[in-house]
């Protein structure tokens, strides 16, 4: 019976380059976030925050409200568009192959200049169809835009997580003698998002970084308010601050995410 | 019919001239910071994949940061951010002038950092898709560190991560549309000043949105055929 184990000597860990190069790199790191703290806390001015730390707050809500509007729209009109690609008709298919084509292969600002500018030269005919309240408003041009664009992408993801579903899935329901609408529903498409859940994931921190181009047609996202309080003070902190939600934002959804994720994929664990 | 001919002419009157500039433009920008972003990208990864957890820590953060921000945001600090820390810095030296940053060599820098970001990811998936072995057989036979990566390694490397990075110069082309806000006359800002002075608003854009689904089809096209040339190799 051993009462004393005798250990082996911890291993030293040499200074080998790559440990000198990871140390300085993160030295430099840890300076960088000092310094911009440091920076932060001595440009910090009472009265700029009281004059304008409310409009960076409604900015947040105006980027959360106008994104997830256009993702929900999205996802409803990417249904439609994914069961189109997955169509056999040839000219079903080829319309919506074109339609996803065309607005992934196009920057997001041109299609939304595109709805804000294009649209607005035929606001005669717009006025004429009632649709003129709709595209004369920027947020409503930018959410327009943003749901055809993230439809798009959205129908991918879909078609994809569709198509990753064993076809024994369908022909299984199909012997049970079940509709096809009930099995696509019931059966295919809830399969079909656990797969697709990393990518929307991906989806939603894309749309809320790429809805920084709305400012640009005067709609007072976050990146608007920051431009906007830029443009009055001059004070480069402004973009800092920005910079610093968008991170903030995009780090606390990465982390719900993968929290959500674990959870509903807890029956596919091993 | 006639009319948009004309407008799209190439002369005093039409602005096919114009347009060609920007997409020339477009494509320069596009593909002066395809070097920059996959080099820092590969480095990176190379970081990101070492044993080193200080190596890993840098690399990581790199890329939470640049993943993180809106890539519109990124070249309104590189754009102004830089300005003002030259200016602030000649201002210490004593010196009175001021410089104003070129928005192309602005533009390069965000845009290749956001794609060295994205491209670590890319070649950090790769990386992890070479067996160890390898590493080792170049070992075995006598070859260096440097040449066991450059020999047996970053060939095989080059296969694997080829589409991931197909799909990132895709993104890069479309993100070059954001650096017309800050003044280069790309594609969308020519189609822009068009589009104001003729009133012809969703024409221009639309030509816009063409000339980038062009350039999209186009690299599209060569990216398949270097990507069938990196699996000659291969059997499948």
Not at chain 1, 100 to 117: E, H, I, K, N, S
Not at chain 1, 134 to 143: L, P, S, T, V
Not at chain 2, 138 to 150: E, I, N, P, Q
Not at chain 2, 210 to 218: P, S
Request: with cysteine; hydrophobic share 50%.
């Amino acid at each position: 019976m051993r009462t004393h184990v005798e250990k082996p000597p911890p291993v030293a860990r040499p200074w080998t380059g790559a440990r000198i190069a990871g140390n300085i790199v993160v030295a430099l790191w840890a300076l960088t976030g000092i310094g911009l703290a440091w920076y932060l806390a001595t440009a910090w001015n009472a009265e700029l925050v009281d004059k304008y730390g409310m409009r960076f707050l409604s900015g947040v809500g105006t980027t959360f409200t106008l994104v997830g509007a256009s993702l929900v729209a999205g996802a409803l009109l990417s249904l439609p568009v994914a069961l189109a690609r997955l169509s056999k008709n040839r000219l079903v298919n080829g319309v919506a192959y074109a339609y996803v084509y065309a607005f992934r292969g196009t920057p997001l600002l041109a299609q939304v200049f595109l709805v804000y500018y294009g649209l607005g030269q035929f606001s005669d005919a717009l006025k004429a169809a009632g649709l003129w309240w709709f595209f004369r408003d920027a947020w409503y041009c930018g959410f327009f835009a943003f749901t055809l664009n993230t439809a798009a992408y959205q129908a991918e993801i879909l078609r994809g997580a569709i198509q990753s579903v064993p076809r024994g899935q369908w022909e299984g329901a199909q012997s049970l003698g079940l509709p096809r609408a009930v099995t696509f529903f019931r059966i295919i498409l809830p399969q079909a998002l656990i797969v697709a859940l990393r990518p929307y994931g991906n989806e939603i921190i894309l749309m809320i970084k790429g809805s920084a181009v709305v400012a640009i047609i005067t709609v007072y996202d976050l990146f608007g308010q920051a431009r906007w309080v830029f443009s009055k003070t001059f004070d480069f902190q402004a973009y800092l601050w920005a910079g610093i939600m968008y991170l903030i934002i995009v780090e606390t959804l990465r982390i719900l995410w993968d929290a959500l994720e674990a959870r509903l994929t807890r029956h596919l664990k091993r | 019919m006639t009319d948009a001919l004309a407008l799209l002419s190439f002369g005093p009157e039409g602005w096919g001239d114009e347009l060609a500039r920007g997409v020339l433009v477009t494509v320069a920008l596009a593909l002066c910071t395809l070097p920059i972003g996959l080099t820092i990208g590969f480095f990176v990864a190379l970081a990101k994949q070492s044993e080193e957890p200080s190596l890993r820590l840098a690399g990581n953060i790199y890329t939470t940061i640049f993943r993180g921000l809106p890539e519109l945001l990124t070249l309104f600090l590189v754009y102004f951010g830089v300005q003002i820390g030259i200016n602030a810095l000649l201002k210490l030296l004593g010196s009175g002038t001021t410089v104003e940053i070129n928005s192309f060599v602005a533009g390069m820098f965000a845009l290749g950092v956001v794609f060295s970001s994205y491209a670590s990811e890319t070649f950090l998936s790769a990386f992890r898709a070479i067996p160890k072995g390898q590493y080792e057989g170049g070992y075995a036979v006598g070859l260096s560190y440097g040449m066991t990566m450059r020999l047996v390694v970053l060939p095989q490397l080059i296969r694997i991560a080829l589409p991931g990075l197909s799909n990132l110069w895709l993104v890069l082309l479309k993100d070059t549309a954001l650096v017309s806000v800050v003044g280069l006359s790309d594609i969308l800002r020519q189609t822009s000043i068009a589009s104001r002075v003729t009133k012809e608003a969703f024409f221009f854009y639309g030509i816009a949105c063409l000339l980038y689904l062009a350039l999209a089809l186009v690299s599209g096209a060569a990216l398949r055929r270097i990507e069938l040339r990196t699996e000659r190799g291969t059997s499948r």
